[in-house]
């Protein structure tokens, strides 16, 4: 799964040239575009991010490492942002295995390469993502991440040189580690909890912000329904809520749905967001978009590919050797 997810993020990279981060400046203020470092696939993004109780294959790992259990996959994705506001652009891969291992461990590799306000802040980051879940039963599962950010800028941002703007006054590249943990509580087969920690090294600066998460979920059927609400303590002078509901149903086998709503506290702003897929036993193609539709205004348009390797009965399964 590691040679794969790292070829596949290798040759993403190598697809996002210059040229197609080059427009206008942003106006925007920079926290915005950065998304607290927020990785969203179209499932994430649908919903407005409120997916941490009822996530799963390769969204998990970026949302919620212990769901990376919920489920017996073998999914590899890729997924791109577009926000044409804030001028960023995102592109990454992602792999999720919790077939193969006999102990039941899932595991996860993912990275994105991003560029954000060229022609203005000109923020450029890699971040790679790494976890492991353990269903420690059927109705309990936990799981930790380890994140790497690679960033770097050497522009101004709307206020000039200053670290509200630009936030690499004295140093213009940052090399930083951390990790993130979760659990995911199933008392019944249609209710979940979890709660979600991330950057939990405590990092004083706010392009890993320290945040605490938690959620509520209800499936009835083919639709389920969602709550969670994020401590950021980190980003902004104090510390700010974003509160997010999300709603998910399947149609006909094969249209997905979703539906969302968020209220950031920080910059005091509402989002909506929503959502189309088709789902296939080997496949699902996806499509969202969120829309903060008050104060600095932006849009995020996150488009997704997730091939379920586990379908093609050519993954080994617990016991089977290479």
């Not at 993020?9 to 210059?18: I, R, W």
């Not at 259990?69 to 926000?83: E, K, M, N, P, S």
């Not at 959620?215 to 980190?234: P, Q, T, W």
């Amino acid at each position: 799964m590691a040679l794969v997810a790292s070829a596949a993020f290798a040759g993403t990279v190598v697809c996002a040239p210059d040229a197609l981060a080059q427009g206008e400046p942003s106006d925007l203020t920079p926290e915005i575009g950065y998304n607290y470092n927020e990785v969203e696939t179209p499932r994430i993004a649908g919903t407005a991010g409120a997916v941490r109780a009822f996530s799963n294959s390769i969204h998990a790992l970026f949302i919620n490492p212990a769901n990376m259990a919920a489920a017996r996959v073998y999914h590899i994705g890729a997924f791109a942002q577009i926000w044409p506001e804030a001028a960023r652009q995102s592109y990454g891969v992602a792999a999720v295995d919790s077939v193969v291992s006999n102990a039941r461990v899932a595991g996860g590799l993912g990275g994105t390469f991003n560029l954000q306000d060229t022609d203005g802040i000109n923020r450029r980051w890699t971040d790679l993502r790494f976890g492991l879940a353990y269903p420690v039963s059927d109705e309990f599962l936990i799981g930790a991440g380890g994140r790497y950010i690679w960033l770097s800028e050497d522009g101004q941002g709307p206020l000039g040189r200053s670290l509200a703007s630009s936030g690499l006054e004295d140093n213009r590249i940052l090399k930083a580690m951390s990790f993130d943990a979760g659990v995911t509580l199933r008392p019944a087969p249609q209710l979940a909890l979890s709660l979600v920690g991330n950057n939990l090294t405590a990092p004083s600066h706010s392009f890993q912000p320290t945040s605490m998460g938690g959620a509520i979920g209800g499936a009835f059927g083919d639709f389920s329904i969602e709550a969670d609400v994020v401590a950021d303590f980190i980003t902004w002078e104090k510390t700010t809520l974003r509160a997010m509901g999300g709603a998910e149903a399947l149609f006909a086998d094969h249209i997905g749905a979703r539906l969302g709503y968020r209220y950031d506290e920080g910059p005091n702003s509402p989002s909506l967001a929503g959502g189309l897929g088709y789902i296939d036993r080997a496949f699902d193609v996806d499509v969202a978009i969120r829309r903060v539709v008050s104060g600095e205004v932006a849009t995020a348009i996150v488009f997704g590919f997730t091939y379920h390797l586990d379908s093609t009965g050519l993954t080994p399964g617990p016991g089977d050797t290479f």
